[in-house]
Structures are given as structure tokens and as C-alpha cells.
């Protein structure tokens, strides 16, 4: 159970809300747990001055749902923006300027045979997003509140400009354990709790099968250590630790 309650947590967007000299907040809603409860939040530290939007990009069906479901929940209005034309053309001119180069690249391959070589196709999905949020953000005069958990920065499991661009992260210093209590506190529906999280970078992509070990793992090895989990875990998480370090910090600037 987190110790943190969620009367803390909205009393902290409020005051963040209030620094910025903003009126609201906006919530991109993936359909998942994290972005339902920092929805669930910002009605508390806001209530009347929050907008969730819907941004499905060629997205299961179901995670549109459930962001609609956790929206209604929290009785917050939502605006729906379909970000599949805008990806489709955007793609293209990218892939036929990238393919003038006089430089050899690498053919696209499926995620699920080379997840790597599709990052740049993955990662505009969430840029994309990002700067939709932030066109509703600007012309409300609200924060854009990010939905990133502490177990995902610390391996920098998001997209650098993408779900990492925002104003504030409510739920940054919280494990994916403390999340779910959360979640139930705020009375987050079932179904959204269950599902199995998911970026929702491609259809059937799940975090855990990307990241290449559980969030249970993740999370004993960030409280007890690398010796709580198996030494090539360990490995793997401390990898992408270091890989991510850029994520966590401003651009580098010489001396």
C-alpha cells in the first residue's frame, strides 16, 4: 500500500497549478492504469478544470474504451483527436526523405522480430501525442500532467520528447505497486487495474514483454537491490538504466 494518499497528491497538483499561474490540467488518456489515475488526481486538485484526450494512432479499440471509462468515471469532458491521418503522411514524407539519403539504413522490420529498428516509427506515435497535448494545454492556459511512474523512469522505459514531455509528474515517485493501491483508493475501474500494461506502441505490445522482465522484478530490485532479483535481470535493468540516463537529464551544454 502507498503511503502516499491521494488527497496529498492532488493537494500538490493544486499547488503546482496555482505556481504556474494556469487554470487546469490535461490528461492524455492511453487507456491505462497510470493515465487513469493522474486523471482521477487532477479531478481532485482541479475539479471543473480538467480535460482528458483521446488520441488513438491506429490503437486497439479497447484502450480508447477505457480511457472513455475512466473519464466518465471521474466525470471529466474529453476531447477525442485521431492522430492515424496525421502518423500516415507523416510517416511517409519521413520515410521517402530518409530513403534520399546517400547513406545506407538499415530495411524497417516488424517490432516483434527487431523491436529496435522500429523505435523510429514507435516513438512518433507518442511525439505526436505530445504535441497534440500541448496544443490543448496552450490554448486552455493548462499544465500538460504527465503519467509516468517511478519504475518506468528508472529505466527510462517512455519516449524522450514523447509521454516524457509534460509539465508535472504526479505519479513519478511512485513503484507500479503504489500506483494500483492508488488506483483502488481513487476507485479506478477493475478492468483498467487488470489489464496488463501496455505503451500502446503497436497491436499486442505489453511493457513487460518489452522490457524483458516483470515490474515485480523491477521493483524488488529498486527496493532491496540487484541481489533481490536474478543476476541477469540485474543486468538488464541496470543496462537500460544507464542507456536512459539522457532521459533523465537536461541536454548536455560544454564547460
Given at each position: ?9 492532488a493537494q500538490w497538483m493544486r499547488d503546482r497549478v496555482a505556481a504556474a499561474g494556469v487554470r487546469g490540467i490535461v490528461v492524455g488518456l492511453s487507456g491505462g492504469i497510470d493515465s487513469a489515475v493522474v486523471l482521477g488526481l487532477a479531478a481532485r486538485a482541479v475539479p471543473g478544470h480538467v480535460v482528458g484526450v483521446l488520441m488513438p ?199
Amino acid at each position: 500500500m502507498t503511503l502516499v494518499s491521494a488527497d496529498a497528491l492532488a493537494q500538490w497538483m493544486r499547488d503546482r497549478v496555482a505556481a504556474a499561474g494556469v487554470r487546469g490540467i490535461v490528461v492524455g488518456l492511453s487507456g491505462g492504469i497510470d493515465s487513469a489515475v493522474v486523471l482521477g488526481l487532477a479531478a481532485r486538485a482541479v475539479p471543473g478544470h480538467v480535460v482528458g484526450v483521446l488520441m488513438p494512432c491506429h490503437s486497439d479499440p479497447r484502450d480508447e474504451a477505457d480511457g472513455r471509462a475512466a473519464a466518465e468515471h471521474f466525470r471529466i469532458p474529453t476531447i477525442r483527436v485521431d492522430l492515424g491521418p496525421t502518423y500516415d503522411a507523416l510517416r511517409e514524407d519521413l520515410d521517402a526523405a530518409v530513403a534520399g539519403l546517400p547513406s545506407e539504413r538499415p530495411a524497417p522490420a516488424a517490432p516483434d522480430v527487431d523491436p529496435k529498428a522500429a523505435l523510429p516509427l514507435a516513438n512518433l506515435k507518442p511525439r505526436l501525442r505530445m504535441t497534440s497535448l500541448y496544443f490543448v494545454a496552450n490554448s486552455l492556459n493548462y499544465l500538460v500532467a504527465g503519467t509516468g511512474n517511478r519504475s518506468e523512469i528508472a529505466i527510462g522505459y517512455y519516449t524522450k520528447y514523447g509521454d516524457g514531455g509534460v509539465d508535472i509528474l504526479p505519479i513519478g515517485r511512485l513503484l507500479k505497486s503504489e500506483v494500483r493501491a492508488l488506483a483502488r483508493e481513487l476507485g479506478v475501474p477493475a478492468p483498467i487495474i487488470d489489464k496488463a500494461p501496455s505503451a500502446g506502441l503497436w497491436l499486442g505490445q505489453t511493457d513487460e514483454s518489452e522490457m524483458g522482465f516483470t515490474y515485480a522484478e523491477l521493483e524488488r530490485y529498486l527496493t532491496s537491490g540487484p541481489t533481490a532479483v536474478a543476476a541477469e535481470v540485474a543486468v538488464r535493468i541496470e543496462r537500460l538504466a544507464r542507456s536512459s540516463d539522457h532521459k533523465r537529464a537536461l541536454p548536455p551544454m560544454p564547460e
